[in-house]
């Protein structure tokens, strides 16, 4: 049973005595058990104490998944150093704003990523001491001094350290990915971090029989807190792998006798695209939890797969604010605000939205240490995103007479053509449904007129062949006219974060490329 235990470090600690053998996480080829990943733990605290890092102090962590990752993260928490997960993919003036900005005087990195800290550590001003997780590297240079993990690991004491950390302590500083200006450090406490796990557990009924499936990265906050701590909070097990592998999924579920696994982005529109199988039924899964379930999808995905589907809408900053149950399903929706929010839909000025009206959706809790406690360093943008003390998460959409949210699009994803505004999210969800299509992401591409033209840049099946007209065609009857796409572009792969999300200020950037399709140029006729 959980026992109630709110910050991270404390709850290892528990099931190491509690279940010492017991399995907790199998990394692909590698098993961990609750002993051996508090054991670790013990040893990483003691080796920050040994660097001279203490409570409160900051560290950043940029790590594949992999044991050494959860043994710097049971660690870090077990002494109340602040850790900070760094997303695999940064590198230059990112890497070194996010290092500087969280005052980060020591880093947790793989050797593969150590000349990326090279290339900016004449710019840093906080960092000390670099851990490199890995072999065949050549130090950094004084002051930065390097250290092996291997070395220091095995050197180190595996006593448990006697610092008191309570659940309103913050527990990490997770940056936003910075696409529409300067990142943000979203500081989480341990309250925040369990509020989570522990909504994740009631409405996923969790229990010790569960395994869990996660492929998203650990500097996330999915793999981390809705499936790894919900995961120890209920006592199941959990497996998690590097990579989404759409071909290998099912393979993997069955082998390993999944029972739950998280989606985000596109994760069941391509499973669902993936080649029919006579045994597709026949695996272990009973549930998913994730966003977004696209309706058109929704009940073939429970047909051919078996599985019930749970959709949540929230943020690094919110948790889990809402959830549409699988018991309770509303197609097209996100769900009902979860029971410790409270969520309404604003105007642009700040005005509760009559039922039905699409506006901001803005949220706040109902009790203390469920969401962040404002962005680190930052309170100019932690007093302008609690305006009128509403969270305003600057994403669109309605509420209907039941209290269901319908989320329509981000804000800065949403795109104004001659006084219209159209979702990108639902121009994709239509293109998203062509046989053809494994992904589709639209895009606003300036006008020459004013505002914007819509553009779509289309990721198709292996094997798949189709001309622009075809796929307006398809969209003419499903779309307003003034949604239809002016420009086309077939790609190759779609630019995506390591949690399967297309990075579309990439794609803004791109812009009209010399290889994008014009329907204008060729006439092509707008039915209205």
């Known amino acids: 049973m959980y026992s109630g235990l709110k910050t991270f470090g404390k709850i290892i600690e528990h099931r190491a005595k509690e279940k010492p053998d017991a399995r907790f996480i199998r990394f692909e080829e590698e098993e961990l058990t609750f002993g051996q990943s508090n054991e670790n733990g013990n040893k990483m605290a003691n080796v920050m104490i040994g660097l001279g890092l203490s409570k409160g102090d900051t560290c950043a962590v940029m790590l594949p998944n992999s044991p050494e990752f959860l043994a710097a993260w049971v660690g870090l928490a077990k002494l109340g150093i602040i850790e900070v997960p760094i997303n695999t993919a940064y590198r230059g003036d ?53 250290h092996s993990y291997e070395y220091v690991m095995a050197n180190a004491s595996d006593r448990e350290v006697d610092v008191e950390i309570k659940p309103s302590d913050t527990s990490l500083i997770m940056f936003t990915s910075g696409t529409t200006g300067p990142s943000k450090g979203v500081i989480l406490t341990h309250s925040a971090n369990f509020k989570l796990a522990e909504h994740q557990c009631v409405y996923r009924e969790i229990t010790p029989n569960d395994r869990i499936f996660t492929f998203f990265p650990l500097f996330h906050i999915n793999a981390r807190y809705t499936q790894i701590l919900a995961g120890l909070v209920a006592g199941a097990d959990v497996v998690l792998h590097n990579r989404f592998s759409a071909s290998k999924f099912w393979d993997i579920c069955r082998k390993e006798n999944v029972t739950q696994f998280g989606y985000m982005g596109s994760v069941l529109t391509i499973l669902l695209k993936q080649p029919q199988r006579p045994d597709d039924a026949d695996n272990p899964v009973q549930q998913a939890c994730g966003a977004p379930a696209p309706p ?22 919110l948790g889990t604010a809402a959830i549409n149950h699988a018991d309770s399903f509303r197609p097209g929706s996100c769900g009902k605000a979860n029971p410790h929010y409270e969520i309404e839909i604003h105007d642009d000025n700040d005005h509760p939205c009559p039922l039905g009206v699409e506006g901001e959706i803005v949220v706040r809790p109902k009790e203390p240490g469920v969401i962040f406690s404002g962005y680190y360093g930052s309170p100019e943008e932690t007093v302008k995103a609690w305006k009128n003390l509403w969270f305003h998460t600057g994403d669109r959409g309605r509420m209907d007479e039941d209290g269901y949210i319908y989320f329509v699009d ?97 794609l803004r950037e791109e812009g009209i490329t010399t290889d994008t399709w014009d329907r204008e140029l060729v006439g092509y006729k707008v039915l209205r």
């Open 94 to 146: 990112l890497f070194s704003y996010i290092l500087n900005k969280a005052e980060c005087q020591a880093i947790v990195i793989s050797s593969q990523w150590l000349d990326r800290l090279r290339e900016i550590s004449g710019s840093l001003t906080h960092l000390r001491h670099i851990i490199v997780v890995g072999h065949g590297y050549e130090p950094l240079p004084i002051p930065l001094i390097t």
């Open 296 to 317: 058109e999808i929704y009940e073939e995905f429970k047909r051919r797969f078996g599985v019930k589907i749970h959709e949540g809408y929230g943020a690094t900053e």
């Open 410 to 506: 981000r804000k800065k994803d949403a795109i104004r053509r001659r006084g219209e505004n159209i979702s990108s999210f639902e121009v994709e969800r239509v293109i998203n449904d062509h046989p053809k299509v494994l992904e589709a992401a639209a895009i606003g591409v300036p006008s020459e007129l004013t505002e914007e033209e819509v553009m779509v840049v289309v990721l198709l099946k292996d094997g798949e062949e189709m001309n622009p007209e075809e796929l307006l065609d398809f969209c003419q009857p499903r779309m307003a006219h003034f949604a239809l796409p002016r420009y086309i572009r077939f790609v190759s792969q779609l630019p995506r974060t390591p949690n399967e999300k297309v990075e579309k200020y990439k």
